[in-house]
Nanobody
Framework: VQLQAFGGGLVQAGDSLRLSCAAS????????MGWFRQAPGKEREFVAA????????WYDDSVKGRFTISRDNARMTVYLQMNSLKPEDTAVYYC????????????????????WGKGTQVTVSS
């Protein structure tokens, strides 16, 4: 499975961005997917996860109510809609996939992910 995240950029506080993660190489329709981020000097942290069906989602408290994760299995793409962005959201954002049929809880920690894409930089200015 190859994953490619894109859609990052430089925005101002309060703006919105939508990240996309395109999968290729194998269908990911039965893989839970997650978004993670890593700021300079910090460890990679969980942002949001979605079950393989799209029926369940989890969010870190820091983004709950502002970010929305969704997926389109037909397009093999996972999205992260980010609204009301804050300077503390500045980081490199990564999408990742679990092993097939893993429960969504597995997708809430970096160690639970089997496949990673290259990150996309999100910078929020104050």
């Amino acid at each position: 499975v190859q994953l490619q995240a894109f859609g990052g950029g430089l925005v101002q506080a309060g703006d919105s961005l939508r990240l996309s993660c395109a999968a290729s190489g194998r269908t990911v329709s039965r893989y839970a997917m997650g978004w993670f981020r890593q700021a300079p000097g910090k460890e990679r942290e969980f942002v949001a996860a979605i079950s393989w069906s799209g029926g369940s989602t989890w969010y870190d408290d820091s983004v709950k109510g502002r970010f929305t994760i969704s997926r389109d299995n037909a397009r093999m793409t996972v999205y992260l809609q980010m609204n009301s962005l804050k300077p503390e959201d500045t980081a490199v954002y990564y999408c990742a996939a679990t092993r097939p049929d893993a429960p969504i809880v597995v997708a809430t920690t970096p160690g639970g992910m089997d496949y990673w894409g290259k990150g996309t930089q999100v910078t929020v200015s104050s």
